[in-house]
């Protein structure tokens, strides 16, 4: 038996489901690091370059669940996982199956529920990275559900991150719970970043010239992440910085701004409004971190 032979063979084989842009990213990670690797799409031809590195594709559902031990699931939505995997569920027995399908909390506790009506045990994820980042040290991959199943399969799973492999609870949600808060601070800070070119555009500055100063500002704004932090988990909020109400004045500016400039005020609106709650609430001489009582409420 060559080297590369007798590695594979002391390796977990891994079935991967769904080859989208990152299943076929997470396949190949597996692939590459010695594990027989086992592919199903419904589109087929997807795994041709996979099945050329020595990948084997399934001909059906069941038989790619009954290929591994380890059986990764990454699909469009979690109706695409029911509706593929329902119909072979007693093929999960003894097997742990990890669900890498963007879902909310409920949506994974309930997924957990499922498979242990097939005797499977359940790993809920999320992939904090784009597809060409697996396996490198830019991608990071969450986990929760069951430990002990995480930690069969932790050395596998360690190949489709360097340095990010990241085993939270044994709360199957918390990993998409994790997932929901993050992609919310990324679309805040682009939202901002599209809020100031979109206001320095009408100066006819270009989004490239403005995008070095709109990285300072990114990462000058994330020191202020742990001291906030602390306060939120205290319950106090010392206004060491700047208060609510100085925040507030700059708010109004750039609403007041934005609408003389022609440009999208319904940002702007947002942060003053819930600026404006805060200080009613009796926060406007504390930090920031009070507002953290307005996102605790339901919307009115």
């Avoid at 004045?249 to 701004?257: A, D, Q, R, S, V």
Wanted: net charge negative; proline share 3%; with cysteine.
């Amino acid at each position: 038996m060559s080297t590369s032979s007798a590695s594979s063979a002391s390796r977990t084989p891994v079935t991967v489901v769904g080859l989208g842009l990152m299943g076929h990213a997470l396949a190949a990670a597996f692939l590459a690091n010695g594990h027989p690797t086992t592919v199903w799409n419904r589109s087929a031809a997807k795994a041709d370059d996979l099945v050329a590195d020595g990948a084997t594709l399934a001909d059906s559902v069941k038989s790619a669940v009954e290929a591994s031990p380890l059986v990764v699931v990454c699909v469009s939505d979690y109706d695409a996982v029911y509706a593929l995997l329902d119909p072979v569920g007693s093929s999960l027995a003894g097997r742990t199956l990890l669900n890498l399908t963007t879902s909310s909390s409920t949506q994974a506790r309930e997924a957990a529920r499922w498979a242990a009506d097939f005797d499977s045990s359940y790993l809920d994820g999320a992939i904090l990275a784009l597809p060409q980042a697996i396996g490198t040290a830019d991608a990071t991959l969450l986990y929760s559900g069951s430990k002990a199943a995480f930690e069969v399969h932790q050395a596998t799973l360690q190949v489709l991150s360097e340095t990010g492999t990241v085993y939270l609870d044994e709360d199957h949600g918390l990993s998409a719970l994790y997932d929901m808060s993050i992609l919310g601070i990324m679309w805040g800070v682009l939202n901002g970043f599209l809020q100031g070119a979109a206001l320095l555009g009408t100066a006819n500055v270009k989004a490239t010239t403005f995008a070095p100063l709109a990285r300072t500002a990114i990462n000058v704004t994330t020191d202020y992440v742990s001291a906030y932090a602390q306060q939120i988990d205290e319950g106090n909020y010392p206004a060491t910085d700047a208060t609510v109400a100085v925040h507030r004045g700059g708010m109004e500016h750039l609403l007041h701004e934005s609408d003389a400039l022609g440009v999208n005020t319904e940002l702007p609106k947002l942060f003053l409004d819930l600026a404006e709650r805060a200080a009613a609430d009796g926060h406007a001489n504390d930090s920031y971190a009070a507002l953290i009582n307005q996102f605790r409420k339901r919307a009115v």
